[in-house]
């Protein structure tokens, strides 16, 4: 594992840090050009999709479920989405394609891209739920997304109300030891149960067929994302950013979720 390690991410500690993104995206194409056996993981929102106002008004490129498709045969169906949206959602947005996914952050999974959509922890308390909703009203702006496992609030719309929301969730933590745990994304903060992440979605993906054995790829553009990048990494393979509101351009392989589009489809030698 260790050898692996040098031989991805780890080799490219004397380049600038541009470079060395480059570098990284470089080394991907050519596993490809070698076709050796890779397995890709995606992020949605802001990887392979720009990022909207709200959840519900993203526009979806006409293009990206074939094109993830013809990936997914190219590699042998080991391509998988990570993602912390539902599940349900993601399937929508990707129709009519479907993927072995992670979604809610790893808390729901599906781990054959015909199979059920597993609920891996408990839903939040309902007490809690409430108490969450209690701040939503105070806050106005902020919108409340129910994620089944998990609870998103976005504050896109309402960008000063972030502290106010942040200081109301911490006094919650202390009102609910235990139960959750909070993250900052894109304009959101993530509620979820304890003990989920890309990160773990990632390994649990990666130890089973078909993306066993295969060097691991994770693209992603958010703060939540690193975790899959550190786990990508540890296994041998890589983590390329997408720039964007939290990555920038300098730091990231690509500039946006087009880049992110145009390389895949390089990648696949799909045709428009
Ligand atoms: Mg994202």
Redesign the pocket.
Known sequence: MQQARRSASGSHHDLSVQDRSDALRNDVERLFAADLPVALYL?????LLDVALTPSTVRIPPILPHLLDALSQRLSGAVAIITGRPLKEADELLHPARFVAAGVHGAQMRISSDGAIESLAPSLDQALQDDIRKIVIDLPGIVFEDKGNGIALHYRLAPEQHTALMMMLEKLVMKYPEQFTIFGGRKVVEVLPVGFSKGRALRTLASMPPFANRTPVMI???IA?IAAFNAAEELGGFGLKVAGEHFSHEEASFHGPADVLEWLQKLSRVKD
């Open positions: 992020d949605i929102d802001g990887t992603g553009d958010d994302d």
